[in-house]
Nanobody, 122 residues
């Protein structure tokens, strides 16, 4: 079992930055792939980025590539999402997730946090 808790969301103006954190508990997080997804209001949950258990492999949605960076610290059982050059279209609830392997499909993840809201104003 893995429990996930997101933090770091908030309101920012376009062009600004935020850093999301995902604190994990449970022995299996260190050996789990993990990722970030987001859900804009009234829309479906979508893939943002994922990272392998070792941190050696990452993947990004085209919409965030070059602006967002995913990382993890397996000693501290924490995953991060550094978000730079934020745009109003990045506004969404951001969720961290963990699973057996990296997946762009939300259905491929086994554990989810409750989400943190990011609001970007123009």
């Amino acid at each position: 079992q893995v429990q996930l808790v997101e933090s770091g969301g908030g309101s920012v103006q376009a062009g600004g930055s935020l850093r999301l954190s995902c604190a994990a508990s449970g022995r299996t997080f260190k050996s789990s792939a993990a990722g970030w997804f987001r859900q804009p209001s009234g829309k479906e949950r979508e893939f943002v980025a994922d990272i392998s258990w070792s941190g050696g492999s990452t993947d990004y949605a085209d919409s965030v590539k070059g602006r967002f960076t995913i990382s993890r610290d397996n000693v501290k059982n924490t995953m991060f999402l550094q978000m730079n050059s934020l745009k109003p279209e990045d506004t969404a609830v951001y969720y961290c997730a963990a699973g057996l392997r990296p997946s762009r499909d939300p259905g491929g993840m086994d554990y989810w946090g409750k989400g943190t809201l990011v609001t970007v104003s123009s």
